[in-house]
């Protein structure tokens, strides 16, 4: 099979995107999305992403890891805004559905605006808080990033008993200044530090919230490959009106065969 696909980065999270518009289904098996995103033997991307045209809705988004596990992905949503709407699926406002619900998002010049779920709980694992953002995250809250392993430190608590079976996302943060902070990311289904994650950002923000007893959040993260900000509203348990908020950046065409 030969196909056509975009490459995208967005903070350095990087996928294949892949129009498929016209057709009903697209079927890659997980060896094939392994191999497509292997950064020695293939194209190279932390994922997948899959458009497809929708009823009632400017796009459907389906999304896979590079071991060809499926969850949600912010960046990667990012990025498949930007890339629907070279496709001409809308113009700056979009509506869409992932696998975990409908989202929208916006374009605002080089920034795409994407709204996350509202997440209505959290939970402590000793020091660290646990989150779902659209994927589980764990977040843990240290004096210095310079000090640690992200992988090693990321494969023990993804691999430990408690995670194995469903994963977890692993995020390290330093608290910077002025609502600042700094993080790194161990991914499942990449099973390696990732330059960026949107879904951890958005966890790490509301993590440092509920840190911090904010009800009103506005931070900005960085990580390896740029900068994203989050908003959101908290109320007691529960955020609202999160936004994940960061650029979506073209980076070549391509066609494969595999």
Excluded: W
Aim: net charge negative; glycine share 8%; aromatic share 12%.
């Amino acid at each position: 099979m030969t196909f056509f696909f975009t490459k995208y980065q967005g903070t350095g999270n990087d996928f294949i995107m892949v129009d498929c518009t016209s057709v009903k289904e697209f079927n890659l098996s997980a060896e094939e999305i392994s191999t497509l995103c292997d950064r020695r033997f293939g194209i190279g991307a932390d994922g997948i992403i899959l458009i497809y045209s929708h009823s009632t809705l400017d796009f459907k988004m389906v999304y896979y890891n590079s071991d060809g596990s499926q969850s949600f992905c912010g960046n990667g949503a990012r990025c498949a805004v930007h890339y629907s709407r070279s496709l001409g699926l809308f113009q700056d406002k979009a509506q869409f559905e992932a696998i975990d619900g409908i989202h929208s998002a916006t374009l605002e010049g080089e920034l795409i605006s994407l709204k996350m779920n509202d997440v209505a709980n959290f939970s402590k694992d000793e020091t660290a808080f646990i989150l779902d953002t659209g994927s589980p995250h764990y977040v843990q809250f240290v004096a210095e990033l310079d000090d640690e392993d992200i992988v090693e430190y990321g494969k023990k608590v993804r691999f430990s008993h408690k995670y194995f079976e469903k994963g977890i996302n692993v995020n390290l943060v330093e608290v910077l200044e002025d609502n600042h902070l700094n993080m790194l990311t161990y991914e499942r289904g990449v099973e390696d530090e990732t330059y960026s994650c949107g879904t951890g950002a958005t966890a790490v923000a509301l993590a440092y919230a509920l840190v911090l007893d904010y009800d009103d959040i506005d931070v900005k993260i960085n990580v390896k490959g740029g900068e994203l900000a989050v908003r959101a509203e908290r109320f007691d348990r529960s955020f609202e009106s999160i936004y994940l908020i960061g650029p979506a950046e073209k980076v070549f065409d391509g066609r494969i065969s595999i």
